[in-house]
């Protein structure tokens, strides 16, 4: 089950144009889970007593996608997307074991980066700063973006 999980998210992203990234062109899968509907015990995700593989996810109130996370025995396994309330990326970052693993990309609400990092086994590996962006700059106090232009009302289902 989780070799095919892995092919299947492998395809998807392989199949990508270079061009879009895989929280642009993202499809919930049948089979996610309301995260909702879950139990967190030490860390750990489980669902009926079980630790849990497969995907979750989280939606705002007007049915939008708030966040997904793939999972492996308990642990985030794979990519985590977060987006803003009104579907535009906040955050694109990838696990492996639970620990963070690969690029980690973040956006303001206005689709300035505000970071573009590389972990490696949960450690910072690379650090990109975006100091000739204007727009970083001019929204980086700005209370807002933290939950998204809007997001105080949100509610998770």
């Known amino acids: 089950m989780r070799t095919f999980f892995i092919i299947a998210i492998l395809t998807a992203i392989l199949s990508l144009s270079a ?3 895989p929280i642009e062109v993202f499809q919930l899968p049948e089979n996610a889970v309301l995260f909702d509907t879950l139990i967190e015990k030490d860390g750990l995700i489980y669902r ?6 497969g995907i979750t996810y989280e939606e705002y109130d007007n049915e939008h996608l708030k966040k997904i996370t793939a999972y492996t025995k308990g642990l ?8 803003y309330r009104d ?3 906040l955050l694109s970052a990838n696990y492996k074991k639970g620990r963070l693993n690969g690029q980690y990309l973040a956006w303001y609400s206005n689709g300035a980066v505000i970071y573009n990092l590389v972990f490696k086994n949960g450690k910072l590996n690379y650090d990109t700063q975006f ?3 204007d727009s970083r700059e001019a929204t980086e106090n700005d209370e807002s ?9 949100a509610k998770e289902k």
């Open 131 to 133: 100091e000739e962006d």
């Open 145 to 153: 973006d933290i939950d998204g232009e809007g997001n105080n009302d």
């Open 48 to 53: 009926d007593n079980d630790l849990f593989t």
């Open 19 to 21: 061009e879009k990234l």
């Open 87 to 89: 579907g535009k990326k």
């Open 76 to 83: 985030p396994d794979g990519p985590q997307f977060e987006w």
